[in-house]
Each structure stands twice: as structure tokens, then as C-alpha cells.
């Protein structure tokens, strides 16, 4: 997404959409293959902006 995003502002184009996407996938890394998390805890792991994924409230 990030590239989607390099191309469209080398476009002139808005590039917002794919820069959330992109970080909205990088937030959920670390619990996309955690089958047992309820949607809930997913979306409340992505409401917390850290650097450190491992410091993320499980």
C-alpha cells in the first residue's frame, strides 16, 4: 500500500486512503493469524498506535 501510495501522489492524486490502509495492515500484523481474538479486542488493537507491537495490550 505504501507504493500505491508513492505512485499516486507522483501523480498528483490524493494518496490518504492508501497510506490508512497500509497503516491500518501494519497495526493488525501482529494479530492477523491470532484466530481466537474477538472483533472487538481486533479493533481495540487497532485504536493503540505503538512502535512496538509486543507492548500492545493482548
Do not use: F, I, N, Y
Amino acid at each position: 500500500m505504501r507504493e500505491v501510495a508513492e505512485t499516486l501522489q507522483a501523480a498528483d492524486l490524493p494518496a490518504h486512503l492508501a497510506h490508512a490502509a497500509a497503516e491500518t495492515m501494519r497495526l493488525w500484523d501482529a494479530d492477523k493469524d491470532c484466530g481466537d481474538l474477538t472483533p472487538s479486542e481486533v479493533l481495540a488493537h487497532l485504536h493503540v498506535t505503538v512502535t512496538d507491537p509486543a507492548t500492545r495490550p493482548r
